[in-house]
């Protein structure tokens, strides 16, 4: 073997660096379950006002004022926009999770005991040694003690120009900066071997590597919007409050509406808008202060003359002026 002079760490000195500095795992990313999800979808206040909605629409649907279909039409919305993008986002959540867990589950070829073994990445610890080669995915942060690299560090830098990875020029080299992409002593994890075969010696693990640290950022980065996102759900409950307004003043002014009118005159067959608005202008002018409006099962109609009949609808004035 190249590097039979390499040992490695014992069980002993392995289970010391374990407990002194821990071990190569990284926290997994907290998923919301399903029905948590589907509850905070349902704090939208543009879910709010549908539901609202659904309730007049069905109210009035049930008493024969509305249509079924349009209650329908509602909750069907409230479905989609809830239950199935709920379902969607916990999903690729999953599918997500289950991927880095695979990708945590990759195995190395580590030095230990004198032997060239291979471990779990999230096994390694610091002081280890470990045998790269092309196509290995670097475990954690070091140093090259042994060969020549070069490495892709495109899921840290976004480059996916290979850098060449030396050995230092003296074996207790101390960086000036542990975060340097640029020094070509050092290895990262999260990069990947390109080319070559060396030896790398950890001196970091777990969180505490700049992958690690990344991927903690991450995970704060969900708890803590984004300022476009703030400005969002801004004009959002911007929008909802005035459509909260618009739809209290609407749902008022239907109901003073039918109390005034009375049903009849609001749902009765033949009336369109033209009577209605022709009813509503006698109401105001005719049955309070002229002698051509008058009273008919509750509602304001007019006559054509003081001495004619009460007209309640369009076809009845049509009709009689046929006559």
């Known amino acids: 073997m190249k590097f039979k002079d390499i040992k490695g760490l014992t069980d002993k000195e392995v289970e010391v660096s374990r407990k002194s500095y821990g071990d190569n795992s990284l926290p997994p990313i907290a998923i919301e379950s399903f029905f948590d999800k589907l509850k905070e979808n349902f704090e939208d206040p543009i879910i709010h006002i549908l539901l609202v909605a659904l309730v007049f ?3 009035l649907a049930f008493l024969g004022y509305a249509d079924w279909l349009e209650a329908i039409g509602i909750a069907v919305a ?13 999903k690729n959540e999953s599918s997500f999770r289950a991927l880095q867990e695979q990708a945590s589950r990759v195995q190395n070829n580590v030095f230990r005991n004198g032997n060239l073994t291979k471990i779990f990445a999230s096994e390694i610890v610091k002081g280890d040694y470990v045998l790269l080669q092309a196509g290995d995915k670097i475990p954690a942060d070091g140093k090259l003690m042994f060969g020549e690299l070069s490495v892709i560090q495109a899921s840290l830098t976004g480059e996916h120009d290979p850098v060449r990875k030396y ?4 074996k207790d080299y101390v960086p000036n900066d542990s975060s340097d992409f640029l020094d070509e002593f050092l290895c990262f994890r999260g990069s990947v071997v390109d080319d070559g075969e060396g030896v790398l010696l950890v001196d970091t693990v777990g969180t505490k590597t700049y992958y690690g640290k990344l991927h903690d950022a991450m995970r704060e980065g969900e708890e803590r919007e984004s300022p476009l996102k703030v400005k969002l759900s801004d004009l959002a409950d911007n929008i909802s409050t005035f459509g909260y307004i618009g739809a209290t003043s609407i749902a008022v002014s239907f109901f003073i509406q039918t109390i005034c009118y009375g049903p009849r005159l609001l749902f009765r067959e033949n009336h369109d808008l033209r009577l209605i608005c022709k009813l509503a202008s006698c109401f105001t002018r005719c049955c309070n202060s002229s002698n051509f409006g008058c009273y008919r099962d509750r509602c304001c109609c007019a006559r054509r003359s003081s001495n004619d009949d009460c007209y309640c609808s369009l076809f009845e004035h049509e009709k009689a002026a046929e006559g």
């Open 57 to 59: 629409t069905g109210i």
């Open 78 to 90: 409230v479905f989609l926009a809830t239950v199935v993008s709920t379902f969607s986002e916990y």
């Open 167 to 170: 050995v230092p020029p003296k």
